[in-house]
Nanobody, 116 residues
Framework: QVQLVESGGGLVRAGGSLRLSCAASGSVSSINAMGWYRQAPGKQRELVAM???????NYADSVKGRFTISRDVTKNTVYLQMNSLEPEDTAVYYC??????????WGQGTQVTVSS
């Protein structure tokens, strides 16, 4: 079993920054990809950013140029640096891990609230 523990959420004013962390523990033998999703009230969960084992990344158009995903393979931890935050970024942010052959794990979520 794999556990994902997220941290770093909180309340910030528009234009501010936050850094989310997600640490994976347990039976983590190999990781294909780790990423961040978010879900705002009344909306579907959406991809924010993802980083794959080959270090390739992809971002939602709405966060390109403002958010940066990175990871520390020695710690099985993925980070999301969020700059120039906007009220529209308010959501619960979830960490997701994909491991072979086709396992997917989710964190419990961390609230990010951006005030105008």
């Amino acid at each position: 079993q794999v556990q994902l523990v997220e941290s770093g959420g909180g309340l910030v004013r528009a234009g501010g920054s936050l850094r989310l962390s997600c640490a994976a523990s347990g039976s983590v033998s190999s990781i294909n990809a780790m990423g961040w999703y978010r879900q705002a009230p009344g909306k579907q969960r959406e991809l924010v950013a993802m980083i794959r084992s080959g270090e390739s990344t992809n971002y939602a158009d709405s966060v390109k140029g403002r958010f940066t995903i990175s990871r520390d393979v020695t710690k099985n931890t993925v980070y999301l640096q969020m700059n120039s935050l906007e009220p529209e970024d308010t959501a619960v942010y979830y960490c997701r891990l994909q491991s072979p052959p086709f396992f997917t794990y989710w964190g419990q979520g961390t609230q990010v609230t951006v005030s105008s």
